[in-house]
């Protein structure tokens, strides 16, 4: 072999071992891709919900999503939406429609919405933020 074919040769197996220990170092699995997480070490949220139906206000009732097992998605006395979440969080654990599923009930069809005093087209699959206000009727 010539000194250019054994340096070709070098050059190659480098890359194959430079490209293997990348492969090797991402994540596989079931991990959310970075963007979609919003915190790494959890985080304590509040938003307010005011739904009428109708034109009657419907009550968000205490203790949604508490009881035997706590639900980080909740309520309290305050009738304020509480996200409480310990380690990583992402866009999809704070979706609206989360704390729908807490209460048992289906998100309303034919509702329009409003997030902090703007239409929101994204009904359910609204990434709830802290102190958010928002309003829903149907």
Known sequence: MNKLTIAGVVVGV???L?????VAATPQGSEMPASTVLAQNGLHWHAKLAITEGGKVVEVPTDVGLGKVHNPIHTHEDRLIHMEFSG??????????????????EFPSGATMT?????????????????????ISY
């Open 115 to 135: 997030v902090n005093g703007k239409t929101s087209s994204e009904l359910g699959e609204y990434v709830m933020r802290d102190g958010d206000e928002i309003a």
């Open 18 to 22: 430079i490209g293997g220990s990348l």
């Open 14 to 16: 480098l890359i194959l």
């Open 88 to 105: 990583q969080v992402t866009e999809d654990d704070l979706r609206l429609k989360n704390f729908f599923s807490a209460w048992n009930k």
